[in-house]
């Protein structure tokens, strides 16, 4: 059984550190990334750790808005009841951004007392196969790329809202004088890492205007690495707020400019930390290779959780540096699974199918799902893509059309032997749901384009 709780000498330790904290927001993440819970006052937060906090079933079915999606048979059919949620350890943490003395601490359905919810809880489908994997002696090492837009808050309302671009509406890929610009909102950033512990290294200027990246630094335990994603996705959204900006994870909010990715690092180490993918062949062991297979027979069944909802979908055009097949590559950023460059022991493979929206621990346990699977069977990828991965002929495209995707791993046998039955029965009904009513929008364009003219 996995338990993950912490401890409740960790709530004991923070209070007495930190006299001044009023509130302390508990926080889990549902199927689309966003944070939902509730707010604690100081007192409270014992009872949290000793007891846990019950939370409705139906926080684990709901669609990106906020509403209840129906047929997942954790609403009506069980009165939506209440199931226990526990503090996930190292969360609890001041959030400096915010006027008032606060705290956080993400929180993770109890595998038990947390039922029927807890068979969809994002964090424990990744727990589940970073266990499978670690009865293997598999223990993954991971780190999380996210690229986002920073936009004017004020220019919100209009269409498309406004970058914060220093030097213009133009692609300054890697400027130095772009993140300089920004170095009021950069400092912040790192202090704010600084004190809730996240590893924040190397800021860089993306290809639009506006596209930033702060990498972050590997962690040899994946779930440490998803967690410290979560919390610094949160971090740049607060401190962009108080900069007067708007930190935009969307996968394509500008036609005409780059879409964001989650670029996901890893690597395998062995019972006794050696990278089972070092190698001094820049294609990497056997290991990294049937890793690389595994990924790729899964892509397209896992596609929904790599682009999980509309707009995920707008990012996946050529030239786009989001990948069209589920293609491999050495040192090769058109391809779908990337294998970087550096010395023998670092060797590692970037996947860069997800955009900036997905939910990490999603993304994260289908890609591991794919390594276990390619390394079990010893799958072979392939001959890697040399020169330009969009003109590949030879391999099946993704499902790039988002429907199609969340069928595709509503009936993946290989979905429900990772995930469970349950959750890509929750998963799969809460996108159809969001599908369905976003499809039933009748848009600007469909004005312009139809209103006069059929």
């Known amino acids: 059984m996995i338990d993950h709780r912490a401890s409740p000498d960790e709530a004991r330790e923070f209070l007495a550190e930190n006299p001044d904290i009023r509130h302390v927001q508990m926080m889990l993440v549902d199927h689309n990334g966003v944070l939902r819970g509730k707010s604690l006052r100081r ?145 912040d950033i790192y202090r704010a890492c600084d004190v809730q512990h996240l590893p924040a290294e190397t800021a860089i200027s993306e290809f639009g205007p506006g596209q930033l990246e702060i990498t972050l630094t590997h962690r040899t335990e994946a779930i440490r690495a998803l967690d410290e994603a979560t919390l610094y996705r949160r971090l740049v959204k607060g401190v962009a707020a108080r900069h007067g900006y708007l930190a935009c994870f969307m996968a394509k909010p500008f036609g005409g400019h780059a879409g964001s990715g989650t670029h996901l690092h890893l690597s395998l180490d062995d019972r006794a930390g050696r990278n089972l993918f070092a190698d001094e062949d820049p294609a990497g062991t056997p290991a990294l290779r049937h890793a690389i297979g595994g990924m790729a027979e899964t892509a397209a069944d896992m596609m929904a959780l790599f682009a999980p909802h509309a707009n995920s979908y707008r990012r996946f055009t050529s030239n786009s540096y989001a990948p069209l097949f589920p293609t491999w590559g050495i040192n090769n950023r058109t391809v779908s699974m990337r294998i970087p460059t550096g010395p023998a022991d670092t060797r590692h493979v970037e996947h860069r199918i997800c955009g900036a929206d997905a939910n990490c621990y999603l993304a994260a346990a289908a890609v591991l799902a794919g390594v276990d699977h390619g390394i079990d069977r010893e799958i072979d990828p392939g001959t890697p893509v040399s020169g330009d991965g969009y003109q590949v002929t030879d391999a099946p495209p993704l499902p790039v059309h988002w429907p199609m995707a969340i069928e595709r791993f509503a009936q993946s046998p290989i979905a429900k032997d990772y995930f469970g039955k349950r959750f890509v029965e929750v998963y799969s009904a809460v996108k159809r749901t969001e599908s369905q009513r976003y499809l039933a929008e009748i848009s600007s364009q469909d004005y312009d384009w139809y209103l006069q003219t059929v």
């Open 43 to 187: 007192h409270e937060l014992m009872a949290l750790y000793e007891c846990g906090r019950p939370l409705p079933s139906s926080i684990a079915a709901l669609t990106l808005d906020g509403d209840d999606a129906e047929n997942t048979g954790l609403l009506w059919e069980v009165g939506d009841m209440d199931c226990l949620a526990f503090p996930v350890p190292g969360t609890l943490l001041r959030s400096p951004w915010l006027a008032a003395p606060t705290a956080q601490v993400l929180v993770m359905l109890d595998p038990e007392l947390g039922m029927p919810s807890a068979a969809a809880d994002p964090r424990l489908a990744a727990l589940r196969v970073i266990e499978r994997l670690k009865k293997n002696d598999l223990n993954p090492v991971m780190a999380v790329e996210l690229e986002f837009y920073l936009l004017e808050a004020a220019s919100l309302k209009q269409r498309p809202p406004v970058p914060v671009a220093p030097r213009g509406a133009h692609p300054h890929v890697y400027s130095i004088d772009e993140v300089e610009a920004l170095a009021p909102f950069f400092d």
